[in-house]
């Protein structure tokens, strides 16, 4: 899938709810969903989430730092790849129609479909801090001076990940839910009630707009800087397919309930931790 591993995030939690309760008409069973899971590149897109574990403690004024030894092994522990991959393919297995697994496999199976993942799988799992922003902030940049229409193409792309322009949305609500987990297990103290929260974030919206935006396009300058503007186009428009914007929609609201899911249990952990200095 698409490097769309950015927190802030790109799918609506709310929508999950909605997916689940309308079966498909024929369930993936468990190995095509493994493939699936691996052809797609979708298992390491999973496997990354662990490195959004690093935006935690600023989210509520805490340095990550300040646990030592103890933050590593809670990362280890609330992200594990095997967990997420099971509840993955749990959730997959009741909302994963066999049509949509057959289109979106078929094109990730493709010559291009696999140098496609092939980049995007090395994009996900780099965590240097900024070393892909600023390179592919310096990337955009360059296009633009030149008026590339490669810029173009690339918004293209990032618009049909985007499914429904649902971007802001599903910040707020993995942001909403983090918080009132870590109020709830007395980690922090919130000065506002949930709607008011939820206020507060949709002030925010447009300028949370423009910066994940930006940060998108730059994402997507530097994991595809190696394909041409015709591949690049191709990809954007067999993401545009309805079969591929319903498996996006899909993979988002997937991707990011888990994330929800795995930040509200860092939380859960941070109660019982106290900061400490490595010796």
Do not use: C
């Amino acid at each position: 899938m698409t490097a769309a591993l950015r927190f802030p995030i790109i799918a609506v939690m709310m929508g999950l709810t909605l997916l689940f309760s309308q079966q498909p008409a024929q369930a993936a069973d468990q190995q095509k969903l493994e493939a699936f899971l691996e052809v797609t590149g979708f298992d390491v897109a999973l496997e990354s989430i662990r490195l959004s574990a690093d935006s935690a403690p600023q989210m509520l004024g805490i340095e990550a730092d300040a646990f030592g030894s103890e933050w590593s092994r809670l990362v280890r522990d609330v992200f594990d790849t095997d967990l997420m991959h099971g509840m993955a393919l749990e959730i997959l297995g009741t909302t994963l129609s066999d049509d949509l697994l057959v289109h979106a496999a078929d094109f990730y199976a493709s010559d291009l479909g696999k140098r496609l993942v092939r980049a995007e799988n090395t994009s996900h799992m780099i965590d240097e801090d900024g070393l892909k922003s600023e390179a592919g902030g310096d990337i955009l940049a360059g296009l633009e001076q030149i008026g590339s229409p490669r810029v173009d193409i690339l918004r293209d792309l990032n618009d049909a990940t985007d499914v429904a322009g649902s971007s802001i949305r599903a910040i707020q609500e993995v942001q909403i839910r983090f918080l009132l987990a870590a109020a709830g297990a007395g980690v922090i103290e919130l000065r506002m009630d949930e709607p008011d929260l939820r206020e507060a974030m949709r002030s925010q919206e447009d300028d949370l707009r423009a910066s994940v935006k930006q940060s998108a396009l730059a994402g997507s300058a530097y994991t595809y800087q190696a394909f041409s503007d015709a591949e690049v186009s191709a990809y954007a428009k067999a993401l545009a397919h309805p079969k591929m914007q319903e498996v996006y929609a899909l993979m988002n609201a997937v991707q990011y309930e888990i994330m929800a899911n795995r930040f509200e249990a860092v939380a859960e952990r941070l109660s019982g931790m106290q900061p400490s200095q490595d010796l």
